[in-house]
Each structure stands twice: as structure tokens, then as C-alpha cells.
């Protein structure tokens, strides 16, 4: 399965964007969906989550702001950031893994399975 990650940009702090990860394969409807983000010198950190019936985790630091969604027909995923902050500039990716992944499993990137390429996302003024 390969993601394609994308809708990311420079943006201005308090605005919105909606990045989209589309599988080449219908894969998504049964998988759990994931977003991690990398922002500069700094390890990769999970942002959301959503399983396959649609279940949603997100990390304290985006929680009331980002939402994860998706849409299986179009076998996309998508984070909707709201009131984007500049400490959320980073290179945003998608991840599938299994559903039978237990919720501890969830934060973690190595138990997910296929990765895009990431899209990057810069909050600044």
C-alpha cells in the first residue's frame, strides 16, 4: 500500500488547513488510521488516531483542535487543524496499521505498517 500525503503549506497562527492521506489500495476502511509529526530537531510524536469504526485518540497538544476523519469510498483520511499554533510547524505523515492494535499500540509509530511521504505544514506570521 502506498500513502500520499498532502495539503500542507505555510499558514498564519490561528488559521486552519486539512491535510488528506489517500491509499493507492482500498486499505483504509479496515485499517487504523494514524497522524505523527516530525518538527525540526525533535523525534516524531503521534498526533491522532482512528480506527476502523471510527474511534478517534489525539495527543493533548492538538486535542480540541485537530480532528481526524475519513472517508472510505475515497479511501482518504484526513486532519482538519484548527487555531494552528507555530509550535505545530513540523512535516505531518499518515500511517496505517492493523485494527487489532491496542490502544497503548496507538502512539506508537513502529506499529504502524506503511507510511507517506509526509507533507510539511509551517505556522508562522
Known amino acids: 500500500v502506498q500513502l500520499q500525503a498532502s495539503g500542507g503549506g505555510l499558514v498564519q497562527p490561528g488559521t486552519s488547513l486539512r491535510l488528506s492521506c489517500t491509499a493507492s489500495e482500498g486499505a483504509i476502511s479496515t485499517k487504523t488510521v494514524g497522524w505523527f509529526r516530525q518538527a525540526p530537531g525533535k523525534k516524531r510524536e503521534f498526533v491522532a488516531a482512528?480506527?476502523?469504526?471510527?474511534?478517534?485518540y489525539s495527543s493533548n497538544s492538538v486535542r480540541g483542535r485537530f480532528t481526524i476523519s475519513r472517508d472510505n469510498a475515497k479511501n482518504t483520511a484526513y486532519l482538519q487543524m484548527n487555531s494552528l499554533k507555530p509550535e505545530d510547524t513540523a512535516i505531518y505523515y499518515c500511517?496505517?496499521?492493523?485494527?487489532?492494535?491496542?490502544?497503548?499500540?496507538?502512539?506508537?509509530?513502529?506499529?504502524?505498517?506503511?507510511w507517506g511521504q509526509g507533507t510539511l505544514v509551517t505556522v508562522s506570521s
Open positions: 500511517a496505517l496499521g492493523s485494527d487489532r492494535l491496542i490502544v497503548s499500540s496507538l502512539y506508537v509509530e513502529e506499529n504502524y505498517d506503511a
Open positions: 482512528m480506527r476502523r469504526y471510527g474511534t478517534t
